[in-house]
């Protein structure tokens, strides 16, 4: 079994961690051991996200972006050990805001580039007409 606080490896028995030393009741760990989201949460410690995130859409029947969302949800819980749900859909929705932003900027870089092209290309055949090169 695992030490619900640490995640490492601890005794069937232990009434205490031996890595970071955290009480352990035992009834706790038990029920936790079947719940659905211990399991995601402890996979998240030793798994690639996207796996976890397969694995919970194969397991929940759920769509890819829900998945991700649930995954990424108990994800934050599992690194903040104290937080609420008003403080997961504020950081959610900070997220959501600077996965916009960068998405922007990277479509002005886009026509930024296509931009710069269509000039090089424009003073490619400009000097290639005054100079007399045809190009038909």
Same mark, same amino acid.
Request: charged share 25%.
């Given at each position: 079994?695992? @030490?619900? =606080? @640490?995640?490492?490896?601890?005794?069937?028995? +232990?009434?205490? @961690? !031996?890595?970071?030393?955290?009480?352990?009741? $035992?009834?706790?760990? %038990?029920? !936790?051991?079947?719940?659905?989201?211990?399991? *995601? =949460?402890?996979?998240?410690? $030793?798994?690639?996200?996207?796996?976890?995130? #397969?694995?919970?859409?194969?397991?929940?029947? =759920?769509?890819?972006? %829900?998945?991700?969302?649930?995954?990424?949800?108990?994800?934050?819980?599992?690194?903040? %050990?104290? +937080?609420?749900?008003? +403080?997961? #859909? =504020?950081?959610?929705? %900070?997220? !959501?805001?600077?996965?916009?932003? *960068?998405?922007?900027?990277?479509?002005?870089?886009?026509?930024?580039?296509?931009?710069? *092209?269509?000039?090089?290309?424009?003073?490619?055949?400009?000097?290639?007409?005054?100079?007399?090169?045809?190009?038909?």
């Amino acid at each position: 079994m695992n @030490c619900p =606080k @640490c995640k490492n490896p601890i005794e069937d028995n +232990a009434a205490f @961690c !031996q890595w970071c030393g955290a009480v352990v009741d $035992n009834s706790v760990i %038990e029920n !936790q051991e079947n719940d659905f989201e211990y399991v *995601i =949460k402890n996979m998240l410690t $030793n798994t690639k996200y996207d796996d976890v995130v #397969q694995y919970y859409k194969e397991t929940t029947g =759920k769509n890819t972006e %829900e998945s991700k969302y649930e995954v990424s949800r108990l994800d934050y819980f599992r690194t903040h %050990e104290f +937080a609420d749900e008003t +403080a997961w #859909q =504020k950081y959610y929705e %900070e997220y !959501q805001e600077n996965r916009k932003s *960068i998405d922007n900027s990277i479509q002005i870089i886009g026509w930024i580039l296509f931009i710069i *092209i269509a000039i090089f290309l424009a003073i490619g055949i400009i000097v290639s007409v005054l100079s007399g090169f045809r190009i038909i």
